[in-house]
């Protein structure tokens, strides 16, 4: 299978900020490529999500796949959110075997575009918003482990050391 190699927290390279796919990359093979590889690497270790920061790619690439929808998500830009936030149980596949809950707004209206460089605009709700956002964190460099505070991040990483010795 011609999949990627995940990086695992806390890899440094999970902390670089991407940047964006230039105009010229629209359209071509070597983006369908990573994109595709990406939803293969994403099935393969049963994500929802994936990006491209994880398979050590910078740029600023999102593949989800949820409820039978595909989405390639592109440069993405939140343009509204909720002042609702809503605390939800995250995992990721940087940090296999554990799950730990983060706040976050509870809609989302993106601007993104796709592989062809087409403009989108999406509402999100649901889990859908909140992957998203853990998406777009990626593509930050930000891993959603260190959104959590005290007791509880030290607790998920405790487990997670425990979890994932070898
Ligand atoms: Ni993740």
Redesign the pocket.
């Known amino acids: 299978m011609y999949t990627y190699e995940i990086l695992r927290y806390p890899d440094k390279r999970l902390f670089i900020k991407a940047i964006k796919v230039s105009e010229s990359e629209f359209g071509s093979e070597g983006l369908h490529d990573i994109v595709d590889k990406m939803f293969k690497t994403m099935s393969r270790y049963k994500?929802i999500?994936?990006?491209a920061t994880?398979v050590d790619i910078h740029k600023r690439i999102i593949v989800i796949e949820l409820d039978d929808n595909k989405y390639v998500i592109i440069n993405p830009e939140i343009v509204n959110k909720s002042e609702t936030l809503t605390s939800s149980r995250?995992?990721?596949?940087?940090?296999p075997q554990v799950y730990g809950e983060v706040s976050r707004p509870d809609s989302i209206s993106l601007h993104y575009q796709d592989l062809k460089g087409e403009n989108n605009y999406i509402d999100a709700d649901g889990l859908l918003a909140t992957c998203i956002q853990?998406?777009i964190?990626?593509l930050n460099g930000i891993?959603?482990v260190d959104r959590m505070k005290g007791l509880k991040k030290s607790m998920l990483l405790k487990k997670y050391e425990k979890m994932n010795k070898y």
């Open positions: 994500g999500g994936l990006a994880q995250e995992g990721c596949l940087s940090v853990h998406e964190d990626h891993v959603y």
